[in-house]
């Protein structure tokens, strides 16, 4: 009996997911309980799953959530049903390399203080062609986690990643509660950002979370899914960071909804200039690669206005970052 859960949550994800489930099936290590939460598709991504299997048999569980309930809830729902101690999700449209599941079970299972592994991973578009970029982020090593988790730093990793279950539930595994109902979903945005986070309270007790310096997945970049919920993404971040501080100090922690409430007028226009200028940024960048001068030059502008500071900190941590 595996004790490793490799899960898929879909929502129409129709055009991606046989490419998506063929990875999968092209790994090194197969001894996995494969675990499909469709997310009420309203497409035809049930029967391509379906159709996939019959093609090509191996044990796989299909679940249909009764109500859409978004991206968080659907890898809660994982946590709290699956049986296994380490699971790993993969999203519906991104490729597994072959040696994916084989080199992150490996790694945290030859190790009792790890209780999450990532990777790196490289940017495809929407037509699966590489394109230049990628997610590098974590730490390599324990000793240099648990520096990062003694200042109380953000933990920021990969999604693609495995991870001890029962360590995610002590901490409170995907967070679904607390949030004002409708969309946006805030829960969806930054959701492993603060699972990873909260998972490094227990560094304390030894355990660590590091990245293999890997390249294991391609993730699918959308061009047309530019954030328009920049605000959304650093709401959240700041909410996680808060708790974080909270946590440390054995103070009880804020709901979303609590934290967005406590923000002053002047906070939140301060935050809202920081997403502005996020956006205008990315949209310029997406300019210049397709030749549009001036747009680029247009959208940069507005974004330097925006925020002159999140500006240089891009240039900073990015342009001017050594390797």
Not at 227 to 244: E, P
């Amino acid at each position: 009996m595996p004790n490793f859960t490799l899960a898929i949550c879909v929502y129409n994800a129709e055009k991606y997911i046989k490419e998506t489930l063929q990875s999968v099936a092209l790994q090194t290590m197969q001894d996995f309980h494969l675990l499909i939460v469709d997310d009420c598709s309203t497409d035809g991504s049930v029967a391509t799953i379906k159709e996939f299997f019959n093609e090509h048999p191996r044990q796989y569980e299909l679940v249909s959530l009764p109500v859409n309930g978004g991206l968080c809830n659907g890898r809660r729902f994982v946590e709290e049903n699956a049986t296994t101690r380490y699971i790993m999700f993969v999203d519906a449209d991104d490729i597994l390399y072959p040696q994916a599941v084989e080199t992150l079970y490996n790694k945290i299972s030859s190790d009792k203080d790890l209780i999450a592994v990532g990777c790196h991973l490289e940017y495809m578009d929407s037509n699966g062609k590489k394109i230049n970029g990628g997610i590098f982020l974590g730490e390599t090593t324990k000793e240099g986690f648990y520096k990062k988790a003694e200042k109380e730093k953000l933990i920021f990793m990969q999604p693609t990643a495995i991870y001890d279950r029962e360590a995610a539930l002590r901490v409170g595994g995907h967070n679904t509660t607390g949030f004002p109902a409708g969309k946006p979903r805030y829960q969806d945005l930054c959701e492993d950002l603060d699972l990873w986070t909260r998972m490094s309270d227990l560094y304390r007790e030894g355990k660590a979370i590091i990245v293999v310096p890997e390249i294991l997945c391609r993730y699918r970049k959308h061009e047309n899914a530019m954030s328009g919920n920049s605000i959304g993404m650093i709401l959240r971040m700041r909410h996680i960071k808060k708790n974080l501080k909270l946590r440390r100090r054995g103070n009880k922690e804020l709901s979303f909804i609590e934290f967005k409430e406590s923000l002053t007028p002047a906070e939140l226009n301060k935050l809202e200039g920081e997403a502005k200028a996020a956006d205008e940024l990315k949209q310029s960048y997406y300019a210049l690669k397709k030749g549009k001068i001036f747009t680029f030059l247009s959208k940069l502008t507005i974004s330097i206005y925006s925020n002159p500071s999140y500006f240089i900190n891009k240039i900073k941590h990015n342009i001017l970052r050594k390797k």
